[in-house]
């Protein structure tokens, strides 16, 4: 028996929507022998000279004029992607699509970006025959990801669908799955090994994050945070932001033996397993990680957009909290050093709990459409 081919594309704004393209080729393996899976960053895999310049403008842009990026994501929220605009991404970076599509032959096209979505979307509405589903990373519904031409979506909440249905999507079409994360988020390995690995100590530890990108630009909150160097384990998570880590490692304050500095690593879930709390920006995938781990989470500066709808999702079902002031961490680690058997005892109950998010639901809901050839009304 031949095996079904599902291709995965992503692209490279932020490490996320390519962390979920990985979950689900994982999560699809693991379900069926019979699946075949590939993950492109479209753009980068398409034009690797021109997609790097525009994901380092985008970053910068991000870095530098959040507010700018903000009120983009308002301005566009009830817009998808007009055809002009995917005409000229189709034209000018996205040449190749087709073909690329005619040589793998996939028997579905999972997106996790709304980019390639709408790329592929064209591509049908050109003719092409092409099953399409479309993965909403956030948790919340902007107009770019929505295009008649997705043959199904899956998102992350009852809200989200209750949004996307708002804008005229077709509820036969959008399934709530939560966001995919990779399975071993879901597992929960000896906390003895994973310490003894990285040289960690048993003892109230805070894991800080930037996202994929290592974006660490909030020094008041890190150089706060060390005051309780002497009574809590410190893991600042840079990802690829080797500046900052070299940075930190010549600064004196952050030489001790209670702070951990690493830069990029696969072992995220690990770290997130032996971390009693989660500093780190709402971005979608990080926020759906951390609710695997039932790790309680503080958020500091979303950007405006998805991370304001993420923070104010997680913080509404009480599984996080937005970083207000200062107080706000000095509650927290007056909490780790006080009360530290009372955080994890809450985390086990939590861990109880997170089973009605089904972690494999997404990779379901891809099979059942390969096995189909076509979406079943709901």
Same mark, same amino acid.
């Given at each position: 028996m031949s095996k079904k081919r599902v291709l995965l594309l992503s692209e490279g704004f932020g490490a996320g929507h390519t962390r979920?393209?990985?979950?689900?080729?994982?999560?699809?393996?693991?379900?069926?022998?019979?699946?075949?899976?590939?993950?492109?960053?479209?753009?980068?895999?398409? =034009?690797?000279?021109?997609?790097?310049?525009?994901?380092? #403008?985008y970053k910068k842009t991000v870095? &530098?004029?959040? +507010?700018? %990026?903000?009120?983009?994501?308002?301005?566009?929220? =009830?817009?998808?992607?007009?055809?002009?605009?995917?005409? #000229?991404?189709?034209?000018?970076?996205? &040449?190749?699509? +087709?073909? %690329?599509?005619?040589?793998?032959r996939p028997d579905i096209v999972v997106c996790t970006h709304p980019i390639p979505s709408a790329v592929i979307s064209r591509l049908k509405r050109l003719g092409e025959q092409i099953l399409l589903c479309t993965v909403i990373t956030d948790y919340d519904a902007h107009g770019t990801w929505i295009s008649p031409q997705v043959d199904r979506y899956l998102v992350s909440t009852q809200e989200v669908r209750a949004k996307m249905i708002h804008q005229g999507v077709p509820p036969s079409r959008i399934k709530v799955t939560g966001i995919p994360v990779h399975p071993n988020f879901w597992e929960h390995?000896?906390?003895?090994?994973?310490?003894?690995?990285?040289?960690?100590?048993?003892?109230?530890?805070?894991?800080v994050?930037?996202?994929?990108?290592?974006?660490?630009?909030?020094?008041?909150?890190?150089?706060?945070?060390?005051?309780?160097?002497?009574?809590?384990?410190?893991?600042?998570?840079?990802?690829?932001?080797?500046?900052?880590r070299k940075k930190?490692?010549?600064?004196?304050?952050?030489?001790?033996?209670?702070?951990?500095?690493?830069?990029?690593t696969l072992e995220v879930d690990k770290l997130m397993e032996v971390s009693d709390l989660l500093v780190t920006k709402p971005g979608g995938m990080?926020?759906?990680?951390?609710?695997?781990?039932?790790?309680?989470?503080?958020?500091?500066?979303?950007?405006?957009?998805?991370?304001?709808?993420?923070?104010?999702?997680?913080?509404a079902q009480g599984l996080g909290e937005p970083i207000a002031s200062l107080d706000t961490i000095v509650k927290w680690m007056d909490k780790l050093v006080g009360d530290l058997a009372g955080i994890?005892?809450?985390?086990?109950?939590?861990?109880?709990?997170?089973?009605?998010?089904?972690?494999?639901?997404?990779?379901?809901s891809i099979i059942e459409m390969l096995e189909s050839k076509t979406v079943p009304s709901s």
């Open positions: 979920a393209a990985y979950a689900l080729s994982s999560s699809l393996r693991k379900l069926s022998p019979n699946v075949q899976t590939k993950v492109l960053e479209l753009g980068s895999f398409l =034009n690797p000279k021109v997609a790097p310049l525009i994901i380092t #403008a870095l &530098t004029q959040p +507010k700018l %990026v903000g009120m983009m994501y308002r301005h566009q929220y =009830n817009k998808s992607l007009n055809r002009f605009t995917t005409l #000229a991404l189709h034209r000018i970076f996205y &040449t190749h699509t +087709k073909n %690329v599509v005619h040589q793998l390995p000896g906390k003895d090994e994973i310490r003894e690995k990285f040289k960690l100590k048993d003892m109230p530890t805070v894991m994050m930037g996202g994929g990108w290592g974006i660490m630009n909030d020094e008041v909150i890190n150089d706060f945070l060390i005051r309780w160097k002497d009574q809590v384990q410190i893991l600042f998570c840079l990802g690829n932001n080797e500046k900052e930190l490692e010549q600064d004196p304050r952050y030489n001790h033996p209670n702070i951990h500095l690493i830069g990029f990080t926020c759906s990680e951390g609710l695997a781990k039932g790790i309680p989470m503080l958020f500091h500066h979303p950007l405006p957009g998805q991370e304001e709808e993420n923070c104010h999702y997680f913080t994890r005892q809450r985390r086990e109950e939590q861990l109880t709990s997170i089973a009605r998010y089904r972690p494999m639901e997404s990779a379901h």
